[in-house]
């Protein structure tokens, strides 16, 4: 009988109906997302590259981070749910055609002459917003239109062209700046091209995702509990979770002390490496290409070389590593010893993503993975902006080269504190069991971690 039972549900799982069309659905999703994310990216890099340019000001450096990240941060927050309650393509399409609305407003206004600064803040917020809205919903439509058996192929697909534009868009934002800049009579004046481009580059995107059809998600019949309790449920489960704890605090340490210093990169570049406008352009574009050419091989390595390593090994290693990585950028005695340092810091990424995202998916049971990523997400863009608003202004009173030194020595500092305490013991030796159990037998991996980690609390 009980074999029986579990052919029967094997049966049913493999025999479940592919979506309609699913082919060619996520064939013109995936298009009509890499269109949009290409004209979002040449925005990004561009007005960064002029605040950078401009003002050379730490400051507004930070004020920059703060209108990019925290109202993403803020948004993510309902955005997961908005996406399990409500139709996810429209909510794609609304969040696109509000930031292409946005873009348009701020070129239409610099045309006459007016390019204040907080013009260019107040679109960065709604941008962000509109991501916060986006991202949740992205995620989780993919599942709806493909097949589950065909899921990893989707987002490995998905994941290249993400790092293919990640290459192609600086160079692309490194050519049309210069070139506007060349031909327009103002800094200001030469986004206003590349902003057209990222409205047109939406337009697609939305017209393309209007062909696909894209239903509700029917809730369980007993799913019908308030946004607010599934939010304090997940609370209350971070809180209690000994590893999911520890891991989103190593999160805020790396986002606080790595990743908002190494905002500041493209600053100390224009700052200490000065080479003319046209020529710090170039130099921009070359950093961003070091990185993310760093990460694409970086995520090769981890995916074929390095898949059956210690997941807690390899976070560990690079938090360390990104200390080290710290203190080489701000030593740099010349421009291509700092791209080589960029380079090196965009290897060792997933070595500390890869690894912390599966960790989490095999020690978080199914039901929770969503909210708990939702604040992983969180943790994410709300530390960066708080490490720019203490780093940022900082970079006004002191050279850059010592706060990325000083933010090196301090990440050794802390990342030895979170391993070396009781509790971070504690969490490690949970998760490394899990990660074996995980290898034999997945469904229990998520129940191990958190037995262990009760009987070791107590």
């Known amino acids: 009988m009980g074999s029986g039972s579990d052919d029967e549900r094997t049966d049913a799982a493999t025999q479940t109906p592919d979506p309609p069309r699913w082919l060619r659905n996520v064939i013109l999703f995936l298009s009509g997302q890499t269109v949009s994310l290409f004209g979002s990216m040449l925005v990004q890099y561009a007005v960064f590259w002029y605040l950078t340019i ?37 909510l794609i399409m609304g969040a696109d055609a509000a ?35 986006q991202m949740p919903a992205v995620s989780a439509l993919i599942p709806q239109i493909a097949p589950t058996r065909n899921l990893i192929r989707v987002n490995g697909i998905n994941g290249s062209i993400q790092s293919a534009m990640a290459l192609l868009a600086p160079a692309a934002a490194g050519a ?27 337009v697609i995107g939305v017209g393309i995702l209007a062909f696909i059809p894209v239903g509700t998600v029917r809730r369980a019949a007993d799913a019908h509990t308030g946004y607010f309790a599934d939010l304090v449920d997940g609370v209350r489960y971070i809180v209690h979770h000994a590893f999911v704890r520890w891991l989103l605090v190593l999160f805020a340490i790396i986002f606080l002390l790595t990743v908002a210093p190494s905002n500041l990169t493209p600053l100390m570049l224009v700052r200490s490496f000065p080479a003319g406008e046209s020529q710090d352009v170039v130099n921009l574009a070359v950093l961003e290409i070091a990185f993310s050419i760093g990460m694409m091989l970086g995520g090769i390595l981890v995916a074929s070389f390095f898949a059956k390593r210690s997941r807690i090994g390899m976070i560990v290693a690079s938090s360390l590593v990104f200390g080290v990585l710290s203190i ?18 965009g290897l060792a990424v997933p070595f500390f993503s890869t690894p912390s995202m599966t960790l989490l998916q095999e020690t978080v049971e199914h039901e929770r993975q969503g909210r708990v990523f939702g604040f992983v997400g969180i943790v994410m863009a709300v530390a960066m902006p708080i490490g720019m608003v203490v780093f940022g202004p900082l970079a006004d ?30 969490a490690i030796a949970a998760a490394r069991r899990a990660s074996q159990v995980a290898e034999h037998d997945p469904g229990t991996a998520a129940a191990v971690v958190e037995a262990e980690m009760h009987a070791k609390e107590s």
């Open 54 to 90: 401009a003002y050379q000001s730490g400051l507004v450096m930070a004020l920059a981070a703060l209108f990019g990240f925290l109202p993403q941060a803020v948004v993510s927050i309902f955005g997961g749910v908005w996406a399990d309650r409500h139709n996810r393509k429209y």
């Open 99 to 133: 930031i292409a609305l946005s873009t348009l407003t701020l070129a239409l206004i610099m045309m006459t002459g007016y390019d204040a600064v907080w013009l260019i803040f107040a679109t960065m917020a709604i941008r962000s917003a509109g991501a916060g809205i």
């Open 176 to 202: 049309l700046y210069a070139w506007a800049s060349a031909a327009s009579d103002g800094a200001a004046a030469s986004l206003i091209p590349i902003f057209f481009i990222d409205v047109a580059t939406a």
């Open 328 to 345: 080489g950028l701000g030593l740099s005695p010349n421009v291509w010893v700092f791209f080589g340092f960029m380079f090196l810091v």
């Open 397 to 426: 009173l002191v050279p850059i080269e010592a706060l990325l030194i000083a933010a090196g020595v301090l990440t050794f500092v802390v990342v030895g504190l979170s391993v070396w305490l009781p509790a971070g013991r504690r």
